[in-house]
């Protein structure tokens, strides 16, 4: 169960299972609208209590609708990328694909799309090779193992896909969730395993200002080399050392000194 309050231009939400549900006040009342209405789209009440578990998490976010997981640094994502020239132009392409989906979506994100034996596809940017494809049904689950995909789970099928065609991306979609996996290890700022190394879309909760981020992670313009999503780790990259480079500072500057005196008060400060 899912209560939800309006009042004023406000929402509060509490649910939607367990002794201590989750609870938020002072929501966006269209984005519990829109997540609502995903919830309802899926296919049975399982899938609907992941989907929600995940959604309220992310509520209060101001990317809702994007998830990180390990292959960016966030703060490069949320408060680096929306201020590159690229964006205006991405969001106005983005926003009209919100509503498309599966093969559609692939087909107006630029990829040329080639089909292999069994549930995969090769999508070409232009003339080159730029990521492997899986399309799930809306009862399949990304980690959970398949007959359709050889009693593998759909990504580690894809993954080991992708390895034997020499190709750095899966593009992952079902219905309106579409996920990015780096096939190469330890690609991303998390130093996660493969299967747990992912950015993610949800169409049915992006909001349109945010729509940017759908062409500039997942179009062929993204993964082709040297396109955006390269940039992106890149700039990733050279955040995460430079913020290490401050916490080190900070550490020897502020931390070891008064420790220092406090196991030795004879030791200068």
Not at 41 to 70: I, M, W
Not at 117 to 142: M, T, W
Request: net charge negative.
């Amino acid at each position: 169960m899912l209560l939800v309050t309006l009042y004023g231009d406000k929402a509060a939400v509490v649910g939607p299972a367990g002794d201590h549900p989750f609870a938020y006040s002072d929501v966006d009342p269209q984005k519990i609208d829109r997540i609502c209405a995903a919830a309802l789209e899926e296919p049975d009440r399982h899938a609907a209590l992941r989907f929600l578990t995940n959604a309220l998490l992310d509520l209060q976010s101001a990317t809702a609708g994007l998830r990180n997981e390990g292959l960016f640094a966030s703060h490069e994502l949320e408060e680096g990328v929306p201020t590159h020239s690229d964006w205006a132009d991405a969001q106005q392409r983005s926003i009209p694909l919100l509503n498309v989906r599966d093969g559609n979506l692939l087909k107006a994100l630029g990829f040329m799309v080639e089909a292999l034996p069994g549930p995969a596809f090769i999508l070409r940017a232009a003339d080159s090779r730029a990521a492997l494809a899986v399309l799930l049904e809306r009862d399949e689950v990304p980690e959970i193992s398949n007959v359709r995909f050889s009693n593998l789970s759909p990504i580690s099928y894809a993954l080991a896909q992708a390895d034997s065609e020499n190709l750095d991306y899966v593009v992952l979609l079902a219905g309106p969730l579409v996920r990015l996996y780096p096939v190469k290890t330890g690609v991303g700022t998390g130093q996660r395993g493969r299967t747990e190394t992912f950015a993610e879309i949800r169409l049915d909760l992006l909001s349109t200002d945010q729509a940017a981020y759908l062409w500039l992670l997942f179009s062929a313009a993204a993964l082709k080399k040297n396109g955006t999503v390269q940039r992106i780790l890149e700039d990733s990259a050279r955040y995460a050392a430079d913020l290490g480079v401050r916490l080190r500072e900070r550490i020897y500057d502020e931390v070891v000194p008064p420790l220092a005196q406090s196991i030795n008060p004879e030791c200068p400060p």
